[in-house]
């Protein structure tokens, strides 16, 4: 995960609180003594609504949720707070991320995306209240890749108007030295496919094993958050079912 990279990072130099409000994070904070990780009421997407993956109250964990990241930001009192996502989406979560910005006091508040911006949905908000919302409460937007490949202002028309720096840090990655197993290497040539760590792989993944199958070996990354439900249909797609 992009998120848990840039925190092993920073923690090697920074005293970091990485709040997790999805799924359980899969990793150990005891990578640095200075990170420690905090769980919100977890929530996920399932057919484009909200979920408690408890199955309380959806009104109910919200409250929670709202509530509990205020209480970090008061007792963390951090210099800044990084913010994935919103406000370029997640506005299904802007009351409860706008409610800790109030409560970080100076801290620099500082937007996080990824290189492409993913296309409007109903979490994206209008683009008046997207760039009100950067330019009059956050400092900087953050752009995890590289302009020579992909810039964000041929992507979306709004960047224009946004009056913080717009900074691009290059691709972040875990940096991890692998060994090739020894069934990767019995595969021979194959053809890799990888959209993220969540559900965002299917709608990539489906049609590329689809064309691809009867072709060349494919290995089909569904990222440490795909569902169960999409890593099932993906292993039916791909054995032909």
């Not at 979920?51 to 970090?72: I, S």
């Not at 406000?87 to 937007?111: C, F, N, Q, V």
């Not at 752009?143 to 979306?156: C, M």
Request: aromatic share 6%; proline share 7%; no cysteine.
């Amino acid at each position: 995960m992009r998120s848990a990279s840039i925190v092993r990072a920073l923690a090697h130099h920074h005293e970091v609180t990485f709040v997790v409000g999805g799924r359980p994070f899969v990793g150990s904070p005891a990578t640095s003594p200075s990170w420690r990780t905090i769980q919100l009421p977890s929530i996920q997407r399932v057919a484009g609504a909200l979920v408690p993956t408890d199955g309380d109250d959806l009104a109910r964990v919200m409250a929670a949720r709202a509530d509990r990241l205020r209480e970090v930001i008061v007792e963390a009192a951090p210099h800044a707070f990084v913010i994935e996502h919103f406000p370029i989406s997640r506005r299904s979560h802007r009351a409860e991320l706008m409610g800790a910005i109030a409560a970080a006091g100076d801290a620099r508040i500082i937007a996080s995306v990824r290189d492409v911006v993913l296309p409007s949905s109903a979490d994206t908000p209008p683009e008046a209240e997207l760039v009100a919302t950067l330019n009059d409460h956050f400092h900087a937007l953050l752009v995890h890749g590289d302009p020579a490949v992909t810039r964000i202002d041929e992507q979306v028309g709004w960047v224009g108007a946004v009056a913080i720096p717009i900074i691009y840090t290059g691709y972040v990655g875990a940096h991890e030295h692998i060994a090739a197993s020894p069934e990767a290497a019995a595969l021979g040539p194959f053809v890799l496919v990888s959209a993220g760590g969540g559900n965002e792989t299917y709608d990539l993944a489906m049609p590329i094993i689809d064309a691809w199958r009867d072709v060349r070996t494919l290995v089909v990354f569904a990222g440490p958050l795909a569902s169960d439900t999409l890593v099932a249909d993906l292993e039916r797609r791909a054995a032909g079912r």
